[in-house]
C-alpha cells in the first residue's frame, strides 16, 4: 500500500490565484483530514471528513474548500490565495473517527504565497 | 478554546539520556491522547497514545505518564540515541477532532 500521498510536494502561487491540493489513501479509510502546519507551531485542523459526501469545518476552515465524492480522495481547494495560507499542508486518514483509532499522515505540500 | 500547551520548544539530550517533554490541556472532554513523531520532510507518525483512564503506557524505551487530576501528561524517552532526533508532538483528541501541542525539537547528541 502507498498510504496517503499528496501532490504536489512544493507550489509557489501568486497572491489572488487559486489551487488544489490532492490527497490520495488506499486504505479503505473512511475517515481523512487537512491540516496545516505553519513554523514552530502545531498542525491545525481545517476540514475533515467522515465517509464520501460528508465534511465538516476543523479548527482554521476560512480560504479553503473541501469536497469528497469518492473513498478515496479527498481534495483541499484554496480559492484566492493570501500570503497567510503559506504553510505546510498535511493530509491524513483514519479507518474510523473513534478514540485509540491511528491517523496516518502523507508527506505533505509545502505552499508559499507571494 | 481547545488548547494543549507543551514544552519545551527545544530540548538537547546527550546520548543514553532521558528526554520528558512536557503537555497541559484545559478541556475535561479530550478522551485520546496520541504522541507524535515527526522527521524533518515527512509527516507525523504516531508514536505511542494513552486513554484517560491509564496513569501510564510503556512501549519499548517510550512512556507516557498521565496526571488526570492536574491535566498533565508527558513523553518519558529512556536511553535516548541520536536517531530520536526529530520533532514531538503532543495532541488531544474530542469528538473526532486532534488539537495539536506546538511541539518539541528534540536534538539527541552522539
Known amino acids: 500500500n502507498a498510504g496517503v500521498t499528496q501532490t504536489p510536494k512544493f507550489r509557489i502561487l501568486k497572491i489572488g490565484q487559486s489551487m488544489t491540493l490532492q490527497c490520495a489513501q488506499d486504505m479503505n479509510h473512511n475517515y481523512m483530514y487537512w491540516y496545516r502546519q505553519d513554523p514552530g507551531m502545531g498542525l491545525k485542523l481545517i476540514y475533515y471528513s467522515v465517509g464520501a459526501g460528508i465534511t465538516d469545518k476543523g479548527e482554521v476552515p476560512n480560504g479553503y474548500n473541501v469536497s469528497r465524492s469518492t473513498t478515496e480522495y479527498f481534495p483541499l481547494r484554496l480559492e484566492l490565495a493570501a500570503p497567510s495560507q503559506t504553510s505546510v499542508y498535511f493530509c491524513?486518514?483514519?479507518?474510523?473517527?473513534?478514540?485509540?483509532?491511528?491517523?496516518?499522515f502523507g508527506p505533505g505540500t509545502r505552499l508559499l504565497v507571494l | 478554546q481547545q488548547q494543549v500547551k507543551q514544552s519545551p520548544q527545544s530540548l538537547i539530550v546527550q546520548k543514553g539520556g532521558i528526554s520528558i517533554i512536557n503537555c497541559a490541556y484545559e478541556?475535561?472532554?479530550?478522551?485520546?491522547f496520541p504522541w507524535y513523531q515527526q522527521f524533518p520532510g515527512k509527516g507525523p507518525a504516531l508514536l505511542i497514545a494513552i486513554r484517560p483512564d491509564v496513569s501510564e503506557k510503556k512501549e519499548g524505551r517510550f512512556t507516557i505518564s498521565f496526571n488526570k487530576s492536574a491535566k498533565q501528561f508527558s513523553l518519558h524517552i529512556m536511553d535516548s540515541q541520536p536517531g530520536d532526533s526529530a520533532t514531538y508532538f503532543c495532541?488531544?483528541?474530542?469528538?473526532?477532532?486532534?488539537?495539536f501541542g506546538s511541539g518539541t525539537q528534540l536534538t539527541v547528541l552522539p
Open positions: 478541556n475535561t472532554a479530550f478522551d485520546y
Open positions: 491524513a486518514s483514519s479507518y474510523s473517527g473513534s478514540p485509540g483509532e491511528t491517523q496516518y
Open positions: 495532541a488531544a483528541r474530542r469528538q473526532r477532532q486532534l488539537t
